[in-house]
């Protein structure tokens, strides 16, 4: 499985756009890259998927380079209710059972 | 159309005690996983089963733990003769195919006096 590294820990302000990047060096050919998010006391939620090049949908970006050894998940405009803790996995898609996840980035969003 | 559900959320035992952690999957699904998460740090996964079958548990302790997903009934994740080392928050997510999308609970939190 490909490990991850991402940041500990970051700080914004409302209405700022967020980059959190995430290495995975060795990801595999079938390896997709997947962010979740988690809020204190709850389940890890799902945020968005790719392979390569971008994905977008309502919540959020996901800028995947030429050699997929690293990605960015890039959040718009936040807002408070956006402080957690978000998680890149890479999984191998149509097989993959276990999810791994790593520690997180943890953000914190400011007024 | 319901997420995922556990009971119950909180759950405290005392040390030798057995938790018996429930778990409610999706409307639909018929594969489950659960994770075990420690303070401060990222989800570990723990067994994934398919209705009255485990397909995978390699990240459960071969001691004290055993899960099931019955015909009938939530999935059940047994932990015996607890200890203070088994305090954690535990998650149960739930998918409607192998690889597909995980939909999570909102979790037990275990704690071991």
């Known amino acids: 499985l490909a490990k991850t590294t991402q940041p500990i820990s970051m700080d914004s302000y409302e209405g700022q756009e967020v980059n959190i990047t995430c290495s995975h060096n060795?990801?595999?050919?079938?390896?997709?890259i997947t962010w979740y998010q988690q809020f204190p006391s709850q389940g890890p939620r799902f945020i968005i998927q790719g392979y390569k090049t971008k994905v977008t949908n309502e919540v959020a970006s996901l800028f995947i380079p030429a050699d997929r050894k690293s990605s960015t998940l890039s959040l718009p405009r936040v807002s408070l209710s956006d402080t957690a803790v978000y998680y890149c996995l890479v999984v191998l898609n149509n097989a993959g059972n276990m999810l791994t996840f790593g520690g997180g980035t943890r953000l914190m969003v400011k007024p | 159309n319901a997420g995922v559900m556990q009971n119950p959320r909180h759950l405290v035992r005392r040390r030798g005690q057995e938790a018996r952690l429930r778990c409610s999957p999706m409307?639909?699904?018929?594969?489950v996983y659960w994770y075990r998460q420690l303070p401060e740090e990222g989800l570990k996964f723990m067994v994934y089963l398919q209705k009255e079958n485990i397909i995978d548990e390699s990240g459960m302790p071969k001691e004290r733990f055993s899960a099931e997903f019955p015909k009938e009934g939530p999935s059940i994740l047994r932990i015996q003769q607890v200890v203070r080392g088994d305090s954690a928050a535990y998650f149960c997510a739930s998918s409607g195919d192998r690889g597909a999308e995980q939909y999570f609970g909102p979790g037990t939190r275990l704690t071991v006096t």
């Open positions: 409307k639909g699904h018929s594969h």
């Open positions: 060795n990801i595999a050919t079938n390896d997709y």
